[in-house]
């Protein structure tokens, strides 16, 4: 392999590395940060299983249903927050250290992404594991070994995209005050218009429109598809539309990220 | 070749020319300093040289290789430690050395060793292990230092390495500046305001002030330019003419009234204030004290740009300290 493709590669791993050690670090939040999940899973799953079915969920076992949603939703919280953890790196003046490197940005961007995708994958792959004990089974036609193989690509493509589009506004916006905002009035609507909690096949065509143009409920459904064989897209369109987002954002991220200083 | 070379340096933001047509040379293991007050472009002009910005127009170039077209070769090439904190606090110090090392591609096979070697030098291989939050500012600033010199750069940048340390951390890193100056044969480009921390360790000096450099030599020649002694008397308000009446006397060669402090350049200091206080007394002024000293570069600074320099950092300094957006 060329010398400039081996740096580049190193480059990437160093990102990569730091990131996972700070992870590792944080032991406290990593711990916290499997909570909300598990809360969501248990207590909501719990609650609307026993008080209703509900239609297209795949009879009474609404936790089944939901625990792919729950998924999604920490790869997208991960992600996000992994994205913009580059303005925490720019306001402690970090971000100056490895912007005067000699790495290319869109190595950076790379291993930002890797890092971020990683821990949403441990976290990913910790809930779905304690999930087994609130009775969440793999049913799937796919087989285990399957089931498990779109779960760790579909996780990997949403997970870089979204910390992709958390670096693309991190490049944006100066304050971190900004970072609430962008919490607030992005990640949570995504979330809640992913199809993470109710199928999206019977809404109302206004919020159908929303979810159709919302890339984490392809990746909620090939999650769902995964673990239940229940889909409101086609395989493929899924894996089309991730596998699409994922590389967009890396593009759009590495171009919002030249700019930063 | 020269370590730096700049010519006609420009950097213009929005509405505001930060930098207006710097022009520098300097050696190969010189230890260059750019003194002036708090945006007189110091920093702007470091940040140019380090591919940080781009420079609006002019040039400047790293042992012959041009900071924009070259960018990422004289990244290689140089060391920075920054005004602002830059390392990760959630990382321990040996943890920061390697991230560096493996951004600089510091053969993987010497990078232990390197890492003791910086930290031997900056007294910190105790403190190796220790999650950077933990430590105390001054040792931040030597890991910083240490940090620098990891990837053995040619030429050392340092922009305000001291500001804000106590006296006795201060001396502690000029120590380390000048021992890797003289040992190492860093070439070493320096911002400060503190005249006395470019008095001790530079080779030369450039006197920065509103994005030009008004003076440029030796601490010694710019300190014989002003030569003889100088004379500082505190004046009450509106002794302006008293400024006047001592300026005509043929014995004082220059004199400058800046916050209350009448500063005169004179040949004899001890003959002429007798003088300067008949003359006050003529004029009705009470003169509460009257001091004389050899040039200093605070003198040199007032000399070429009418202000102080403490006077400035101080209302700065505090901005910067307490503004929004910094650390």
Redesign the interface.
């Known amino acids: 392999m060329p010398d400039g493709r081996m740096?580049f590669l190193?480059?990437i791993?160093?990102i990569w590395?730091?990131e996972m050690?700070?992870y590792v670090?944080?032991r406290s939040r990593v711990i916290t940060s499997l909570i909300t999940p598990l809360l969501w899973l248990i207590i909501f799953g719990t609650g609307f299983s026993s008080a209703l079915s509900v239609g297209g969920t795949g009879g009474s076992n609404y936790i089944n249903f939901l625990a792919p949603g729950i998924l999604g939703m920490v790869v997208l919280f991960t992600g996000m927050f992994s994205g913009m953890s580059v303005m925490f790196d720019k306001?402690?003046?970090?971000l100056?250290?490895?912007?005067?490197?000699?790495?290319s940005r869109t190595s950076i961007v790379i291993g930002k992404a890797l890092g971020g995708t990683t821990q949403g994958a441990i976290q990913g792959v910790l809930i779905f594991g304690l999930s087994y004990f609130i009775g969440v089974r793999i049913s799937g036609t796919l087989g285990l070994a399957g089931a498990i193989v779109l779960i760790l690509v579909t996780m990997f493509f949403i997970g870089m995209g979204f910390v992709g589009l958390g670096i693309s506004i991190a490049s944006r916006i100066?304050?971190i005050e900004g970072f609430q905002v962008v919490m607030n009035l992005l990640v949570l609507p995504i979330f809640f218009l992913s199809g993470a909690f109710f199928p999206v096949t019977s809404l109302p065509a206004w919020m159908k429109a929303l979810v159709d143009i919302n890339p984490l409920a392809y990746g909620v459904d090939a999650l769902r598809y995964a673990v239940t064989g229940l889909h409101s897209y086609a395989l493929t369109t899924d894996l089309a539309v991730v596998v699409g987002f994922f590389v967009l954002m890396m593009i759009v991220g590495s171009i919002l990220f030249r700019n930063v200083? | 070749m020269k370590a730096i070379e700049t010519k006609d340096l420009v950097k213009r933001f929005e509405d505001v020319e930060a930098v207006k047509g710097i022009n520098l040379e300097i050696e190969e293991g010189e230890l260059f300093g750019l003194l002036g007050p708090n945006g007189a472009g110091k920093t702007t002009t470091i940040s140019m040289l380090c591919t940080i910005t781009n420079p609006t127009s002019g040039s400047a170039s790293v042992f012959g290789h041009d900071v924009k077209k070259e960018s990422s070769t004289v990244r290689g090439m140089i060391g920075i430690v920054f005004q602002d904190p830059s390392l990760d606090d959630n990382l321990t110090g040996k943890e920061n050395l390697d991230f560096h090392g493996r951004l600089y591609k510091v053969p993987r096979n010497e990078i232990a060793g390197r890492i003791n070697e910086v930290l031997e030098l900056v007294e910190l291989a105790d403190k190796a292990n220790v999650i950077v939050k933990k430590y105390s500012g001054g040792m931040k600033r030597r890991l910083e230092i240490a940090r620098g010199l990891l990837h053995h750069p040619r030429v050392l940048f340092l922009d305000e390495p001291t500001l804000g340390l106590d006296p006795q951390t201060r001396l502690h890193i000029w120590e380390y500046i000048e021992k890797l100056n003289r040992e190492k044969k860093i070439t070493m480009i320096l911002t400060t305001h503190y005249m006395d921390e470019a008095d001790k360790l530079c080779d030369r000096i450039a006197i920065i002030d509103h994005g030009q450099i008004v003076a440029m030599d030796t601490p010694e020649n710019l300190k014989h330019d002003v030569g003889g002694d100088v004379v500082t008397m505190t004046v009450p308000h509106g002794s302006e003419q008293l400024k006047t009446k001592l300026e005509q006397l043929e014995f004082v060669k220059s004199a400058q009234l800046v916050d209350g402090t009448l500063r005169l350049s004179v040949e004899k200091g001890e003959t002429a204030i007798p003088i300067f206080m008949d003359v006050a007394r003529q004029e009705g002024i009470a003169v509460p004290s009257i001091a004389l000293h050899e040039p200093t570069l605070e003198d040199i600074f007032i000399k070429y740009t009418g202000r102080e320099i403490r006077a400035q950092e101080a209302a700065s300094g505090f901005a910067a300290y307490h503004g929004p957006g910094r650390r």
């Open positions: 740096a190193g480059d791993y160093s590395l730091r050690t700070r670090r944080a306001e402690f003046g970090f100056k250290e490895i912007l005067v490197a000699p790495v100066e304050n200083h």
